[in-house]
């Protein structure tokens, strides 16, 4: 004969566990990433509140801020503090960012070389209740240094975004959630996300994400087009081939006058 009260225990005790081969629920806060492929396999369906979100990339800069800046100028919106940049590798391009939605005067941007001095002020930022976001450039923390910033974010319920090099994929990390960026070999116009930890089972193929946003892709469309027909007015149209290469000593031209945290084509635009 079953005891009752042990076969509602086991019943209620199965409905928490959580199974390897399912996408787990959010033990925590999310906040959505604004890209509706990425927050389907996201555990909560969002960049997670209070815990590491670790991004790994071949070049410190490349597409962070295509990825960040929905759910960055949401937390700014929500809490009304700064975004904190520790190590950012380029000066942010104030016009843009704010065009994107992420005012200029949310970002708190600390710079330094020193890998100390740059941990120390990640870990200072995510003890302010002000701050809305912290988004930290740490190629060389160790494991231990890494696990007092997750500890830290758990404590203060901040967003926590670290970017390290692509190189430390295969080692220990004690991020909640860890994201390979790349740029698709076949595709420029897109980027490559593989998820390689989360609360779920592995994913096989990489979200697929466009490089630009939409008011980008029509900013940069429509200057393309607005060349062309003035061209065409003058009379020198160059093939399409010879066109492309102007375009390009244009952008790296422009790119000369400074460097910013958006990619290049951006400043163009």
């Known amino acids: 004969m079953g005891l009752p009260f042990l076969d509602s225990f086991s019943a209620a005790a199965g409905r928490g566990v959580w199974h390897a081969d399912e996408l787990g629920l959010a033990d925590a806060q999310v906040t959505a ?3 509706a492929a990425l ?13 590491m979100t670790e991004l790994l990339q071949a070049s410190p800069e490349a597409h962070v801020w295509r990825l960040l800046l929905p759910a960055l100028a949401q937390a700014v ?5 700064p975004v904190v940049l520790i190590g950012a590798p380029y000066e942010p391009c104030g016009p843009s960012l704010a065009a994107q939605g ?8 600390v710079r ?27 190629p060389q923390a160790r494991v231990a240094e890494l696990r007092r910033l997750q500890l830290a974010a758990a404590q203060h319920e901040v967003l926590l975004f670290v970017c ?9 990390s004690p991020a ?25 089972p592995p994913l096989a193929s990489p979200v697929m994400l466009p490089a630009r946003n939409e008011r980008m892709a029509a900013l940069l469309a429509a200057a393309r087009l607005r060349r ?42």
Do not use: Y
């Open 102 to 109: 992420l005012p200029v005067e949310a970002l708190m941007w």
């Open 39 to 51: 927050d389907a396999q996201l555990p909560g369906g969002g960049w997670p509140v209070g815990a």
């Open 164 to 172: 390290r090099p692509r190189s430390v994929a295969q080692s220990a």
């Open 112 to 138: 330094s070389d020193a890998a100390p001095a740059r941990l120390w002020a990640c870990e200072q930022a995510l003890r302010c209740a002000d701050v809305a976001a912290v988004v930290a450039w740490l």
């Open 77 to 81: 919106e929500v809490r009304g503090g």
């Open 228 to 269: 062309r027909l003035r061209l065409q007015q003058l009379g020198t149209v160059p093939p399409a081939g010879e066109a492309a290469s102007q375009a390009t000593v244009v952008r790296i031209n422009a790119w000369k006058g400074g460097p910013n945290a958006l990619d290049r084509i951006a400043v163009v635009a």
């Open 176 to 200: 909640r959630l860890r994201i390979q960026v790349e740029r698709c070999e076949s595709d420029s116009a897109q980027i490559e996300l593989h998820i390689l930890k989360r609360r779920g």
């Open 33 to 35: 990433t604004g890209h």
